[in-house]
């Protein structure tokens, strides 16, 4: 189900501000600017200056490029930043490469999960590193979750959820000398044209309804026992939209885990103009009792240069997009034994 407020750029508005409030600080954002995320409280609501934006550099006073060249067998150093519009409120950093949760250094500490604090209108910027790079093309991407302690089980809030408090700055890094190969990509299904078009689906739905069911019903909690195995379905369509391409992943309380409990845990998906695709996937539940939270990312365009040429300073972002959005965080409620 997919909200009116997608993630948008900057406004002219807004750069003013920003302008305003750090004076010649803000000199990075002139090209490409930060991505900004509106305040996320429904669909409904307008942005209005208020919300989260972030961005990766790679060092201080550089621009928030979207390609960066980095020599192989090396770490990539960057520096995220996260300007925080909203009531103060944690965040859980965490990295991606190749779609695959790595462990970062944050600072000096090293983490699958960073937690950091932001108050009010805080700007805040957080050095990382990332593991070694093999030569060649690589997709990277530094989230920022919203929200992680909040495990309420009201349907308003759960509907909230969808596409809301996931902030993802995307690169693409090139390790190595040239050439930088796209990697092959292997599609786990393509997306065939539905018997049914009505309510159109634009987006990504997680539910356990069965295959000839409604696929756009929301699936927002689930009671389960101890190490219970839980299947569900991930449904996407692209009913109005251009044809594009996805990496699909999932998280158990913002962990990676596998779409099959098993070993895939990554798909690559198809969607073709017109088109809709069912990837069937299960979960262990946990062990320990209590509210757990399952949440399903999808990223636009894997793969795919995001800036040309993708160095000096006339680069420009190109038709691919890096966006990152997430399902509705199901509620996975485990019983005692």
Not at 141 to 152: K, M
Not at 265 to 275: D, E, Q, S
Not at 329 to 335: C, D, N
Request: glycine share 6%; proline share 9%.
């Amino acid at each position: 189900m997919q909200p009116n407020n997608r993630w948008i750029h900057l406004t002219a508005w807004y750069f003013l501000l920003s302008v305003l409030l750090a004076s010649c600080s803000l000199q990075p954002l002139a090209l490409p600017p930060l991505i900004v995320s509106p305040t996320g409280q429904g669909p409904s609501v307008e942005y209005a200056g208020k919300g989260v934006a972030y961005g990766i550099q790679e060092a201080e006073g550089e621009k928030f490029w979207r390609v960066y060249q980095t020599p192989s067998g090396l770490s990539f150093r960057g520096r995220f930043r996260l300007l925080n519009q909203l009531p103060a409120q944690d965040y859980l950093l965490t990295c991606m490469l190749d779609y695959r949760q790595v462990p970062c250094v944050f600072g000096d500490q090293q983490d699958i999960l960073h937690r950091i604090s932001l108050a009010e209108s805080e700007d805040r910027y957080t050095s990382f590193t990332i593991p070694l790079l093999t030569p060649g093309f690589h997709d990277f991407a530094l989230l920022a979750i919203a929200n992680p302690d909040v495990h309420d089980l009201d349907p308003g809030y759960r509907l909230n959820t969808d596409f809301n408090y996931l902030y993802a700055a995307r690169l693409v890094l090139l390790a190595g000398n040239q050439p930088w190969p796209t990697p092959a990509i292997e599609y786990a299904i393509t997306g065939t044209k539905p018997v049914r078009t009505t309510p159109p689906l634009n987006g990504l739905v997680v539910n356990r309804e069965p295959p000839a069911g409604a696929w756009e019903r929301a699936w927002l909690t689930q009671d389960a026992k101890p190490e219970e195995t839980i299947e569900y379905y991930i449904r996407m369509g692209n009913d109005s939209g251009p044809s594009r391409s996805y990496a699909v992943f999932a998280f158990l309380d913002y962990t990676q885990i596998p779409l099959d409990g098993d070993d895939q845990w990554v798909a690559f998906v198809a969607l073709p103009a017109g088109t809709r695709a069912s990837l069937p996937a299960r979960l262990v539940a946990p062990s320990e009792p209590g509210v757990h939270e399952l949440m399903v990312v999808w990223a636009y365009d894997p793969y795919q240069m995001l800036e040309e040429p993708f160095e000096g300073s006339s680069r420009h972002l190109t038709e691919f997009l890096d966006y990152m959005e997430s399902s509705i965080r199901v509620a996975i409620t485990v019983s005692r034994p």
